[in-house]
Protein backbone atom coordinates (compact mmCIF):
# COMPACT_ATOMS: atom_id res chain seq x y z
CA UNK A 1 0.00 0.00 0.00
CA UNK A 2 1.37 3.54 -0.98
CA UNK A 3 1.55 5.92 1.94
CA UNK A 4 0.76 9.65 1.95
CA UNK A 5 4.68 10.65 2.02
CA UNK A 6 5.52 8.66 -1.38
CA UNK A 7 2.72 10.51 -3.10
CA UNK A 8 2.97 13.73 -4.54
CA UNK A 9 -0.38 16.35 -4.40
CA UNK A 10 -2.99 15.32 -7.73
CA UNK A 11 -2.89 18.33 -9.81
CA UNK A 12 -6.35 19.84 -11.16
CA UNK A 13 -6.00 17.81 -14.54
CA UNK A 14 -5.51 14.69 -13.27
CA UNK A 15 -8.59 15.38 -10.75
CA UNK A 16 -12.24 14.13 -11.74
CA UNK A 17 -14.79 16.89 -12.85
CA UNK A 18 -17.05 17.34 -10.23
CA UNK A 19 -19.93 16.37 -12.68
CA UNK A 20 -18.67 13.52 -13.55
CA UNK A 21 -18.35 12.00 -10.33
CA UNK A 22 -20.85 9.99 -8.38
CA UNK A 23 -23.04 11.70 -6.35
CA UNK A 24 -22.76 10.62 -3.18
CA UNK A 25 -21.96 6.87 -1.26
CA UNK A 26 -23.42 6.15 1.46
CA UNK A 27 -21.45 3.64 4.16
CA UNK A 28 -22.27 2.44 7.97
CA UNK A 29 -21.06 0.19 10.67
CA UNK A 30 -17.57 -0.79 8.47
CA UNK A 31 -13.85 0.24 8.81
CA UNK A 32 -12.86 2.83 5.78
CA UNK A 33 -9.26 2.04 4.50
CA UNK A 34 -6.80 3.03 1.59
CA UNK A 35 -5.26 0.41 -0.94
CA UNK A 36 -3.16 3.02 -3.60
CA UNK A 37 -5.64 4.70 -5.36
CA UNK A 38 -8.88 3.38 -3.80
CA UNK A 39 -10.57 3.41 -0.45
CA UNK A 40 -11.76 0.03 0.52
CA UNK A 41 -14.82 -0.23 3.14
CA UNK A 42 -14.78 -3.80 5.00
CA UNK A 43 -17.43 -5.13 6.96
CA UNK A 44 -19.13 -8.54 7.70
CA UNK A 45 -19.52 -8.99 3.99
CA UNK A 46 -15.76 -8.36 3.22
CA UNK A 47 -13.45 -5.67 0.97
CA UNK A 48 -15.04 -3.49 -1.52
CA UNK A 49 -12.99 -1.02 -3.43
CA UNK A 50 -13.80 2.21 -4.15
CA UNK A 51 -11.82 4.50 -6.66
CA UNK A 52 -11.40 7.77 -4.80
CA UNK A 53 -12.03 9.96 -7.18
CA UNK A 54 -15.31 8.96 -8.59
CA UNK A 55 -16.96 10.40 -5.40
CA UNK A 56 -18.61 13.69 -4.84
CA UNK A 57 -19.42 13.08 -0.91
CA UNK A 58 -18.99 10.18 1.03
CA UNK A 59 -22.09 10.28 4.03
CA UNK A 60 -20.26 8.11 7.18
CA UNK A 61 -22.92 6.60 9.03
CA UNK A 62 -23.00 5.07 12.52
CA UNK A 63 -20.80 2.44 13.37
CA UNK A 64 -18.36 3.66 10.62
CA UNK A 65 -14.30 4.08 11.11
CA UNK A 66 -11.87 5.71 8.60
CA UNK A 67 -8.26 5.86 8.65
CA UNK A 68 -5.97 8.83 8.42
CA UNK A 69 -4.44 7.41 4.84
CA UNK A 70 -8.38 6.63 3.94
CA UNK A 71 -8.91 10.71 4.80
CA UNK A 72 -5.72 12.06 2.68
CA UNK A 73 -6.51 10.30 -0.28
CA UNK A 74 -10.04 11.37 -0.41
CA UNK A 75 -9.16 15.10 1.05
CA UNK A 76 -6.22 14.52 -2.11
CA UNK A 77 -9.13 13.37 -4.04
CA UNK A 78 -11.44 16.49 -3.92
CA UNK A 79 -14.48 14.70 -1.97
CA UNK A 80 -15.93 15.98 0.49
CA UNK A 81 -16.74 13.77 3.70
CA UNK A 82 -19.93 13.67 5.19
CA UNK A 83 -20.02 12.15 9.42
CA UNK A 84 -24.11 11.53 8.85
CA UNK A 85 -25.67 10.45 12.41
CA UNK A 86 -28.30 7.73 13.24
CA UNK A 87 -31.01 8.35 10.26
CA UNK A 88 -28.50 10.28 8.76
CA UNK A 89 -29.36 13.82 10.52
CA UNK A 90 -25.97 14.90 11.76
CA UNK A 91 -23.70 16.64 8.95
CA UNK A 92 -20.08 17.00 9.25
CA UNK A 93 -17.81 18.22 6.31
CA UNK A 94 -14.12 18.62 4.80
CA UNK A 95 -13.12 18.34 1.73
CA UNK A 96 -10.42 20.14 -0.95
CA UNK A 97 -11.07 22.05 -4.31
CA UNK A 98 -10.90 20.85 -7.00
CA UNK A 99 -9.52 23.95 -8.57
CA UNK A 100 -6.04 25.69 -7.66
CA UNK A 101 -7.68 29.14 -8.40
CA UNK A 102 -9.39 31.72 -6.70
CA UNK A 103 -11.30 33.09 -9.28
CA UNK A 104 -15.04 31.91 -8.75
CA UNK A 105 -14.23 32.60 -4.83
CA UNK A 106 -13.33 35.95 -5.69
CA UNK A 107 -16.50 36.52 -7.88
CA UNK A 108 -18.74 35.36 -5.19
CA UNK A 109 -16.81 37.64 -2.60
CA UNK A 110 -17.66 40.48 -4.79
CA UNK A 111 -20.97 39.66 -5.07
CA UNK A 112 -21.90 39.10 -1.49
CA UNK A 113 -19.67 42.09 -0.19
CA UNK A 114 -22.57 44.67 -2.20
CA UNK A 115 -25.83 44.88 -0.88
CA UNK A 116 -27.32 45.46 -4.50
CA UNK A 117 -25.39 42.67 -5.84
CA UNK A 118 -26.14 40.19 -2.54
CA UNK A 119 -29.89 40.69 -3.50
CA UNK A 120 -29.87 40.50 -7.16
CA UNK A 121 -28.45 36.86 -6.81
CA UNK A 122 -30.73 35.81 -4.57
CA UNK A 123 -33.69 37.08 -6.76
CA UNK A 124 -31.73 34.93 -9.26
CA UNK A 125 -31.80 31.74 -7.51
CA UNK A 126 -35.48 32.51 -6.99
CA UNK A 127 -35.57 32.44 -10.68
CA UNK A 128 -33.87 29.08 -10.72
CA UNK A 129 -36.42 27.77 -8.24
CA UNK A 130 -39.67 29.32 -9.73
CA UNK A 131 -38.95 30.04 -13.39
CA UNK A 132 -43.05 30.92 -14.29
CA UNK A 133 -42.49 33.80 -11.37
CA UNK A 134 -40.56 36.91 -11.91
CA UNK A 135 -38.20 38.21 -8.80
CA UNK A 136 -37.75 41.33 -10.47
CA UNK A 137 -38.01 44.01 -8.28
CA UNK A 138 -39.07 42.06 -5.03
CA UNK A 139 -38.16 42.64 -1.71
CA UNK A 140 -36.62 39.99 0.96
CA UNK A 141 -39.51 39.35 2.61
CA UNK A 142 -41.79 39.25 -0.58
CA UNK A 143 -39.56 36.32 -1.85
CA UNK A 144 -39.59 34.39 1.86
CA UNK A 145 -43.31 34.56 1.25
CA UNK A 146 -43.29 33.25 -2.13
CA UNK A 147 -41.16 30.48 -1.59
CA UNK A 148 -43.38 29.38 1.61
CA UNK A 149 -46.33 29.57 -0.67
CA UNK A 150 -44.43 27.24 -3.46
CA UNK A 151 -43.28 24.89 -0.69
CA UNK A 152 -46.81 24.20 0.64
CA UNK A 153 -47.82 23.73 -3.13
CA UNK A 154 -44.85 21.53 -3.34
CA UNK A 155 -46.06 18.90 -0.49
CA UNK A 156 -50.10 19.63 -1.32
CA UNK A 157 -48.81 18.12 -5.13
CA UNK A 158 -46.24 15.29 -3.77
CA UNK A 159 -49.26 14.22 -1.22
CA UNK A 160 -51.74 14.34 -4.16
CA UNK A 161 -49.34 12.51 -6.41
CA UNK A 162 -48.19 9.56 -4.22
CA UNK A 163 -51.31 8.81 -2.27
CA UNK A 164 -49.06 10.00 0.94
CA UNK A 165 -51.24 11.77 3.63
CA UNK A 166 -49.83 15.17 4.20
CA UNK A 167 -50.12 17.39 6.88
CA UNK A 168 -47.06 20.04 7.91
CA UNK A 169 -43.61 19.95 7.62
CA UNK A 170 -42.82 18.75 11.23
CA UNK A 171 -39.06 18.30 12.30
CA UNK A 172 -38.13 17.03 15.76
CA UNK A 173 -33.92 18.18 15.72
CA UNK A 174 -33.72 15.52 18.60
CA UNK A 175 -35.82 13.05 17.15
CA UNK A 176 -35.78 12.09 14.12
CA UNK A 177 -38.34 8.66 14.52
CA UNK A 178 -40.86 11.63 16.21
CA UNK A 179 -42.26 12.89 12.37
CA UNK A 180 -44.15 10.62 10.15
CA UNK A 181 -43.14 8.97 7.16
CA UNK A 182 -42.87 11.58 4.37
CA UNK A 183 -41.54 13.95 7.38
CA UNK A 184 -38.65 11.77 8.14
CA UNK A 185 -38.50 11.25 3.90
CA UNK A 186 -37.81 14.92 3.76
CA UNK A 187 -35.48 15.41 6.48
CA UNK A 188 -33.28 12.61 4.68
CA UNK A 189 -33.30 13.98 1.41
CA UNK A 190 -32.39 17.47 2.96
CA UNK A 191 -29.32 16.18 4.61
CA UNK A 192 -28.27 14.02 1.37
CA UNK A 193 -29.09 17.55 -0.36
CA UNK A 194 -26.56 19.65 1.62
CA UNK A 195 -23.89 16.56 1.24
CA UNK A 196 -24.17 16.82 -2.52
CA UNK A 197 -24.40 20.58 -2.65
CA UNK A 198 -21.28 20.99 -0.15
CA UNK A 199 -19.33 18.74 -2.87
CA UNK A 200 -19.81 20.66 -5.44
CA UNK A 201 -19.31 23.87 -3.34
CA UNK A 202 -16.10 22.79 -2.30
CA UNK A 203 -15.11 21.27 -5.37
CA UNK A 204 -15.25 24.58 -6.85
CA UNK A 205 -13.48 26.59 -4.69
CA UNK A 206 -16.44 28.95 -3.54
CA UNK A 207 -17.13 30.02 0.29
CA UNK A 208 -19.56 27.78 1.98
CA UNK A 209 -20.12 30.44 4.33
CA UNK A 210 -20.89 33.24 2.19
CA UNK A 211 -25.22 33.03 1.47
CA UNK A 212 -27.62 34.87 -0.72
CA UNK A 213 -30.68 33.73 1.28
CA UNK A 214 -29.36 32.13 4.36
CA UNK A 215 -27.15 34.05 6.65
CA UNK A 216 -25.08 33.53 9.59
CA UNK A 217 -24.24 30.03 9.69
CA UNK A 218 -20.89 28.20 8.09
CA UNK A 219 -22.87 26.58 5.85
CA UNK A 220 -25.35 29.21 4.27
CA UNK A 221 -24.67 29.01 0.80
CA UNK A 222 -24.32 25.54 0.79
CA UNK A 223 -27.75 25.76 1.94
CA UNK A 224 -28.52 28.03 -0.83
CA UNK A 225 -27.51 25.98 -3.32
CA UNK A 226 -29.16 22.68 -2.00
CA UNK A 227 -32.59 25.20 -2.01
CA UNK A 228 -31.77 25.00 -5.45
CA UNK A 229 -33.53 21.67 -6.24
CA UNK A 230 -35.49 21.16 -3.16
CA UNK A 231 -38.99 20.95 -5.15
CA UNK A 232 -37.77 19.66 -8.16
CA UNK A 233 -35.69 16.59 -6.78
CA UNK A 234 -35.40 16.14 -3.35
CA UNK A 235 -39.34 16.76 -2.18
CA UNK A 236 -40.31 14.15 -4.92
CA UNK A 237 -38.33 11.88 -4.04
CA UNK A 238 -38.88 11.48 -0.12
CA UNK A 239 -42.52 11.07 -1.14
CA UNK A 240 -41.79 8.44 -3.50
CA UNK A 241 -39.63 6.57 -0.32
CA UNK A 242 -42.76 6.89 1.79
CA UNK A 243 -45.55 6.07 -0.33
CA UNK A 244 -43.32 2.30 -0.56
CA UNK A 245 -44.11 2.04 3.14
CA UNK A 246 -43.27 3.37 6.74
CA UNK A 247 -40.38 1.10 7.11
CA UNK A 248 -36.96 2.32 6.29
CA UNK A 249 -38.05 5.53 4.79
CA UNK A 250 -34.41 7.11 4.89
CA UNK A 251 -32.51 4.46 3.48
CA UNK A 252 -35.66 4.18 0.45
CA UNK A 253 -34.92 7.94 -0.04
CA UNK A 254 -31.34 7.93 -0.13
CA UNK A 255 -31.41 5.14 -3.13
CA UNK A 256 -34.67 7.04 -4.85
CA UNK A 257 -32.71 10.61 -4.48
CA UNK A 258 -29.16 9.18 -5.49
CA UNK A 259 -31.18 7.78 -8.91
CA UNK A 260 -32.74 11.70 -9.33
CA UNK A 261 -29.22 12.64 -9.26
CA UNK A 262 -27.90 10.79 -11.29
CA UNK A 263 -30.77 10.68 -14.19
CA UNK A 264 -30.58 15.03 -13.89
CA UNK A 265 -26.86 14.78 -14.03
CA UNK A 266 -27.58 17.42 -11.26
CA UNK A 267 -23.57 17.57 -10.06
CA UNK A 268 -22.85 18.68 -13.79
CA UNK A 269 -25.74 21.31 -13.46
CA UNK A 270 -25.20 22.79 -9.93
CA UNK A 271 -21.69 23.63 -10.87
CA UNK A 272 -23.43 25.26 -14.14
CA UNK A 273 -25.50 27.29 -12.01
CA UNK A 274 -22.91 28.20 -9.49
CA UNK A 275 -20.93 29.73 -12.28
CA UNK A 276 -24.11 31.53 -13.91
CA UNK A 277 -25.08 33.03 -10.77
CA UNK A 278 -21.66 34.62 -10.55
CA UNK A 279 -21.60 35.54 -14.02
CA UNK A 280 -18.17 33.71 -13.67
CA UNK A 281 -16.58 33.04 -17.10
CA UNK A 282 -14.96 29.01 -16.45
CA UNK A 283 -11.84 29.15 -17.41
CA UNK A 284 -10.97 25.39 -16.72
CA UNK A 285 -10.03 24.46 -20.82
CA UNK A 286 -7.61 27.29 -21.02
CA UNK A 287 -4.02 25.69 -21.34
CA UNK A 288 -1.86 26.35 -18.56
CA UNK A 289 1.71 26.29 -18.21
CA UNK A 290 2.29 22.68 -16.87
CA UNK A 291 -0.05 22.09 -14.02
CA UNK A 292 1.82 24.62 -11.35
CA UNK A 293 0.06 26.23 -8.73
CA UNK A 294 -0.41 30.13 -10.01
CA UNK A 295 -0.07 32.62 -7.58
CA UNK A 296 0.10 36.38 -8.18
CA UNK A 297 0.93 39.40 -5.95
CA UNK A 298 -1.59 42.43 -5.76
CA UNK A 299 -0.64 45.70 -6.18
CA UNK A 300 -2.10 48.58 -5.73
CA UNK A 301 -3.06 49.38 -9.46
CA UNK A 302 -4.37 45.97 -9.37
CA UNK A 303 -2.06 44.65 -11.72
CA UNK A 304 -1.20 40.84 -10.62
CA UNK A 305 2.89 39.79 -10.03
CA UNK A 306 4.55 37.25 -10.36
CA UNK A 307 5.44 34.88 -7.21
CA UNK A 308 8.43 33.94 -6.04
CA UNK A 309 10.82 36.89 -6.69
CA UNK A 310 12.03 39.88 -4.64
CA UNK A 311 10.61 42.96 -5.52
CA UNK A 312 12.90 44.70 -3.23
CA UNK A 313 15.17 46.42 -6.25
CA UNK A 314 12.68 47.17 -9.03
CA UNK A 315 9.50 48.90 -9.45
CA UNK A 316 6.51 47.09 -9.28
CA UNK A 317 4.21 49.23 -10.98
Not at 49 to 59: E, Q, R, V, W, Y
Not at 160 to 174: E, I
Request: charged share 25%; net charge neutral; aromatic share 6%.
Amino acid sequence: MSTVSKRSLSSPRELTRVGDRVSFLYLERCTVHRDDNAITATDTDGVTHIPSATIGTLLLGPGTRVTHQAMALLGESGAAVVWVGEHGVRFYSGGRALTRSSGLLEAQATAWANRRTRVEVARAMYRMRFPDEDPSGRSRDELLRMEGRRLKECYRRESARTGVPWVRRDYHHDDFSAGDAPNQGVTAAAQCMYGVAHAVVAALGCSPGLGFVHSGHERSFVLDIADLYKTEIAIPAAFDAAAAGDDDVPTRTRRALRDRINETRLLHRCAKDIKSLFRYEDCSTTALEGDADHVGLQTDSGRLLESGRNYGDEPVW
